[in-house]
């Protein structure tokens, strides 16, 4: 099975700070990841897919990059809403596997 | 408007068995892979089973295969998980979920979710 990595498994910031989440694969899944964004709950959002692309609907200061086994997402400015867990998925073979999940928390 | 909904979940012993429905409405069903996500208290996201559209070929997580099983029916727009020889681990909420067009592409709708609790 591909295990996914996520770091930190938990970060503390304000509004209006750059904050980045990494996502590592244990063997390369191409550009198959996707990030999703879980409020307490609540089901969880997709967010981003293939790695990069904005799902329709999702603020542009939410990105990803990545591709093979390191892959980050990246959100430009944080914003009250934006505080939750967050979640990379592999796709590329089953089964399909989530990382550990990453707090966002309000510092 | 895109929706999934799920019933069916509930309390039962262990070694008990329970289905799962999820009814799907706002799109062309048969033509979408399918899947259920599950979250047990305070842990993360598991993939648990995927069907996909159209014949429904499916797959399983290594924790549920051999005693859950993943079924469709497309033309009451349906998918189903019966679950047979349950554990105290599989306490979850179960969310039914909708890929995209292409597998590959993530998971873009999802359901509310129903909590299953197994416990004597």
């Known amino acids: 099975d591909i295990q996914l990595t996520q770091s930190p498994s938990f970060l503390s910031a304000s509004v209006g700070d750059r904050v980045t989440i990494t996502c590592r694969a244990s063997?390369?899944?191409?550009?198959?990841l996707a990030w999703y964004q879980q409020k307490p709950g609540k089901a969880p959002k997709l967010l981003i897919y293939t790695a990069s692309t904005l799902q329709s609907g999702v603020p542009s200061r939410f990105s990803g990059s990545g591709s093979g086994t390191e892959f980050t997402l990246t959100i430009s400015s944080l914003q009250p809403e934006d505080f939750a867990t967050y979640y990379c998925?592999?796709?590329?073979?089953?089964?399909?596997?989530f990382g550990q999940g990453t707090r966002l928390e309000i510092k | 408007e895109v929706q999934l909904l799920e019933s069916g979940g509930g309390l039962v012993q262990p070694g008990g068995s329970l289905r799962l429905s999820c009814a799907a409405s706002g799109f062309t069903f048969n033509t979408y892979a399918m899947t259920w996500v599950r979250q047990a208290p305070g842990k993360g996201l598991e993939w648990v089973s995927g069907i996909s559209g159209g014949y429904g070929s499916t797959n399983y997580a290594d924790s549920v295969k051999g005693r859950f099983t993943i079924s469709r029916d497309n033309f009451k727009n349906m998918v189903y998980l019966q679950m047979n020889s349950l554990r105290a681990d599989d306490t979850a909420v179960y969310f039914c979920?909708?890929?995209?067009?292409?597998?590959?592409?993530?998971?873009?709708?999802w359901g509310q979710g129903t909590t299953v609790t197994v416990s004597s």
């Open positions: 998925q592999q796709l590329d073979n089953y089964p399909i596997t």
């Open positions: 979920a909708k890929y995209r067009a292409v597998v590959n592409y993530g998971l873009d709708v």
């Open positions: 063997q390369g899944i191409s550009n198959y």
